[in-house]
Nanobody, 128 residues
Framework: QLQLVESGGGLVQPGGSLRLSCAAS????????IGWFRQAPGKEREGVTC??????????VDSVKGRFTISRDNAKNTVLVYLQMNSLKPEDTGVYYCAARPHSYCPAGPHYYGMDYWGKGTLVTVSS
């Protein structure tokens, strides 16, 4: 059974940093494009960033460019994808999900529609 599990969420003050991790079980993420999404309270889920499996190239939505970084480590068997979040703002608050699809390339941003597998999310709260 294919499963994705996010971790690393928590409470952080504005301007702070967090690193989220996405672990896979039941399959290896080496050949999957991986994206991070988030859902703020009372809002629809939105795409944040995505990383290709083929060449590691990345894309970001405008609201997080220069602050968030997605990376992947294909050498590891479990935890393979990370989201480093810096200069966090209150509007970054939400449940963050990782998602995967068995394809070399990410879907087109900013929505990244077409992901096949989803984790259950980890809560990030940015507040003073």
């Amino acid at each position: 059974q294919l499963q994705l599990v996010e971790s690393g969420g928590g409470l952080v003050q504005p301007g702070g940093s967090l690193r989220l991790s996405c672990a896979a079980s039941g399959f290896t993420l080496n050949y999957y494009a991986i994206g991070w999404f988030r859902q703020a309270p009372g809002k629809e889920r939105e795409g944040v960033t995505c990383i290709n499996s083929s060449d590691g190239s990345t894309s970001y939505v405008d609201s997080v460019k220069g602050r968030f970084t997605i990376s992947r480590d294909n050498a590891k068997n479990t935890v393979l994808v990370y989201l480093q979040m810096n200069s966090l703002k209150p509007e970054d608050t939400g449940v963050y999900y990782c998602a995967a699809r068995p394809h070399s390339y990410c879907p087109a941003g900013p929505h990244y529609y077409g992901m096949d597998y989803w984790g259950k999310g980890t809560l990030v709260t940015v507040s003073s």
